[in-house]
T-cell receptor, first 115, second 115 residues
Framework: AQKVTQAQTEISVVEKEDVTLDCVYE???????LFWYKQPPSGELVFLIR??????QNEISGRYSWNFQKSTSSFNFTITASQVVDSAVYFC????????????FGTGTRLLVSP | ETGVTQSPTHLIKTRGQQVTLRCSSQ?????VSWYQQALGQGPQFIFQ???????GRGNFPPRFSGLQFPNYSSELNVNALELDDSALYLC??????????????FGPGTRLTVL
């Protein structure tokens, strides 16, 4: 069975601090996808990134970066120089790569960035 | 490009009633998935429709049913509402392909309250 664990329930930082959100996953599949979504107070889940299990290259997009380590089954997300607009709940999710695309989500990490 | 839309935004029902939630998929997408998100939890997969057929189902009872129409919009129906059905219902659309899972893009959700 697939499982995603986000052990950090809530993180509070001050603007301009760097913050890392942890994600650990479990799957028996050899091919799978990992995702991060952002959920602002409005409720809509906003897609941030998708990573194929065969691609362990780290990725950077502006202030966002992702560290995928298959050896530790982790897919961590770092926000550099955090801003108040980054305040939201962040979800890590996992899906099998073939067949239907059920997403298995973690319980989310609430990030509070204060000015 | 039009994103995923859902209606209504909010809904209040009483126990035992029936409810229908609607979703319009993003332009060009042929797959719709529905998720239930209880307060403080990650979204839970209900089911998925691909080209008007149910393509997979999560651990939800049969009183949760759905439809997908030729224009790929979708409905989620819930019969005999229970208090625990109170949640945010999220619809996601994606471009379904036979061999590879695709990114799911979410709508703003419908918040259902059952009294």
């Amino acid at each position: 069975a697939q499982k995603v664990t986000q052990a950090q329930t809530e993180i509070s930082v001050v603007e301009k601090e760097d913050v890392t959100l942890d994600c650990v996953y479990e799957t028996r599949d050899t091919t799978y996808y990992l995702f991060w979504y952002k959920q602002p107070p409005s409720g809509e889940l906003v897609f941030l990134i998708r990573r194929n299990s065969f691609d362990e290259q780290n990725e950077i997009s502006g202030r966002y970066s992702w560290n995928f380590q298959k050896s530790t089954s982790s897919f961590n997300f770092t926000i550099t120089a955090s801003q108040v607009v980054d305040s939201a709940v962040y979800f890590c999710a996992l899906s099998e790569a073939l067949g239907f695309q059920k997403l298995v989500f973690g319980t989310g990490t609430r990030l509070l960035v204060s000015p | 490009e039009t994103g995923v839309t859902q209606s209504p935004t909010h809904l209040i029902k009483t126990r035992g009633q029936q409810v229908t939630l609607r979703c319009s998929s993003q332009s060009g997408h042929n797959t719709v998935s529905w998720y239930q998100q209880a307060l403080g939890q990650g979204p839970q997969f209900i089911f998925q429709y691909y080209r008007e057929e149910e393509n997979g189902r999560g651990n939800f009872p049969p009183r949760f049913s759905g439809l997908q129409f030729p224009n790929y919009s979708s409905e989620l129906n819930v019969n005999a509402l229970e208090l625990d059905d109170s949640a945010l219902y999220l619809c996601a659309s994606s471009l379904g392909r036979d061999r590879e899972a695709d990114t799911q893009y979410f709508g703003p959700g419908t918040r259902l309250t059952v009294l």
